[in-house]
């Protein structure tokens, strides 16, 4: 049984690590503010929740409960994708650049006039024009 529960462990923390490592890998290859925050938020946020899993396991075949761990988990899984977006929305609304294949902007038009942010290589387009 306890064989079984080390290998739970381990696939826990080396999967952690794997999509904490697709993250890293994505933060480097996309090629504007928004993918990399996309990057960031989806696979570095599972890997830390595995990672925290797996040790909250080991803890757990070691006899101690511990709810920090557990609460941990919470708090990273709500208060990322919440952060990333509110820091991706304050990009763009500031007008940070799009990369220059991105043909649909969503957010454009979301704005009051006097807010729109500016860019001179994207035009604004609706799902519903493609």
């Known amino acids: 049984m306890s064989s079984l529960i080390e290998i ?3 696939i826990c923390i ?4 794997f999509l904490s490592l697709i993250g890293s890998i994505g933060i480097l290859r996309l090629k504007d503010a928004y993918g990399r925050m996309h990057a960031a938020t989806k696979s570095a946020t599972l890997g830390i929740i595995f990672v925290i ?3 909250f396991f080991m ?3 070691r006899g101690e409960l511990l709810l920090q761990l557990l ?3 919470v708090f990273v899984f709500l208060t990322a994708p919440v952060a990333a977006m509110i820091i991706s929305r304050s990009a763009h609304r500031i007008g940070v650049e ?14 009051p006039e006097h807010v729109k ?3 001179s290589d994207v ?3 609706k799902p519903s024009d493609r």
């Open 123 to 125: 035009v604004a387009e």
């Open 14 to 17: 080396i999967l952690g690590v």
């Open 98 to 111: 799009l990369w220059e294949n991105t043909e649909i902007d969503e957010l454009h038009d979301s704005y």
């Open 117 to 119: 942010p500016t860019r």
């Open 59 to 61: 803890f757990l075949m």
């Open 53 to 55: 899993i797996g040790t």
């Open 8 to 10: 739970l462990i381990s």
């Open 71 to 73: 609460f941990a988990i």
